[in-house]
Nanobody
Framework: QVQLVESGGGLVQAGGSLRLSCAAS????????MGWYRQAPGKQRELVAT???????NYADSVKGRFTISRDNAGSTMYLQMSSLKPEDTAVYYC??????????????WGQGTQVTVSS
């Protein structure tokens, strides 16, 4: 079984910064794409950013230039550096990973979420 554990959320004033982490553990052959998603109250979950195993990145227009996604050399820990935070960034942030098992089957996993609150 694979687990994704997020950390780093919290309360920050507008204009501030936070760094989220997502650590994957378990029996993993390879992790393909990892990504951050967020869900604000009353809204649907939306893509924030993704990063491939080759470290190609993709960002939602709303966070371009403010957020940076990255992965460690082992590829099992992902980060989201968030700067110039705005109240509209307030949401629960979820980690997602496309994991290839040792049987070469592909599965999609979600973390439990971490709350980010930006005060005005």
């Amino acid at each position: 079984q694979v687990q994704l554990v997020e950390s780093g959320g919290g309360l920050v004033q507008a204009g501030g910064s936070l760094r989220l982490s997502c650590a994957a553990s378990g029996i993993i052959f390879k992790i393909n794409v990892m990504g951050w998603y967020r869900q604000a109250p009353g809204k649907q979950r939306e893509l924030v950013a993704t990063i491939t195993s080759g470290t190609s990145t993709n960002y939602a227009d709303s966070v371009k230039g403010r957020f940076t996604i990255s992965r460690d050399n082992a590829g099992s820990t992902m980060y989201l550096q968030m700067s110039s935070l705005k109240p509209e960034d307030t949401a629960v942030y979820y980690c997602n990973a496309e994991v290839v098992s040792t049987a070469l089957l592909t599965y999609n996993f979600w973390g439990q979420g971490t709350q980010v609150t930006v005060s005005s």
